[in-house]
């Protein structure tokens, strides 16, 4: 399986603060996805970084990809209680036919 | 407004009892997607179609059936082969390009008692 794995499972950080978090996958990809899950909903695309970027930028998102490592990292910066939620990373088969998730880092921001 | 529509939102069975889960789009995407997320799991990936009557299997179909006989929507259903239903389903579609992002229904939570 291509299933990517989060880390840490789960972050609790003041309001303010930064948040990082990390995604591993195992194959080859042409891009990887960052989503946001409140509890009990569906996802929510964040950011889209393709295999040949290595840095990209949405609001307070930053994202990097380091294909020779197979990881990224997703960075909110100044956070805010209502960024609390799951946060997931996907990537693609190599034919973008399919989409794997990983398990989840779970955040708690703590007004 | 576009979107993805799942219902319902919670839905109850006896076992071995087949359950159909609604997923309907109107963003006219091609690609359409079921995935299951257990507590403490990430999303697995139950079936998935790429265009209007074609189907492909994902990492866990066993269980499992759907149909794409229209473009807006792909029902799931959960055959009481499915050994352990209870869950939270989730629908997604894209337009079918590679580099396209997801866009996900909020979910049915199916329970099987």
């Known amino acids: 399986s291509q299933q990517g794995e989060e880390d840490p499972q789960a972050l609790s950080i003041q309001e303010g603060e930064n948040a990082t978090m990390n995604c591993s996958y195992k194959?080859?990809?042409?891009?990887l996805q960052w989503y946001r899950q409140n509890s009990g909903r569906g996802l929510v695309h964040l950011i889209l970084i393709r295999s040949n970027e290595r840095e990209k930028h949405s609001g307070r998102l930053r994202v990097t990809l380091d294909t020779s490592k197979k990881s990224s990292s997703l960075l909110i910066t100044a956070s805010r209680a209502a960024d609390t939620a799951s946060y997931f990373c996907a990537t693609d088969a190599h034919t973008g036919n399919q989409f794997y998730f990983g398990t989840g880092t779970s955040l708690t921001v703590i007004p | 407004d576009g979107g993805i529509t799942q219902s319902p939102k919670y839905l109850f069975r006896k076992e071995g009892q087949n359950v159909t889960l609604s997923c309907e789009q109107n963003?006219?995407?091609?690609?359409m997607y079921w995935y299951r997320q257990d507590p403490g799991q990430g999303l697995r990936l139950i079936y998935y179609s790429q265009i209007v009557n074609d189907f492909q299997k994902g990492d866990i179909a066993e269980g499992y059936s759907v149909s794409r006989e229209k473009k807006e929507s792909f029902p799931l259903t959960v055959t009481s082969a499915q050994k352990n239903p209870t869950a939270f389903y989730l629908c997604?579609?894209?337009?079918?390009?590679?580099?396209?992002?997801?866009?996900f229904g909020n979910g049915t939570r199916l329970t099987v008692t």
């Open positions: 997604a579609s894209s337009p079918g390009a590679g580099n396209s992002p997801l866009h």
């Open positions: 963003l006219n995407h091609d690609a």
């Open positions: 194959t080859s990809i042409n891009n």
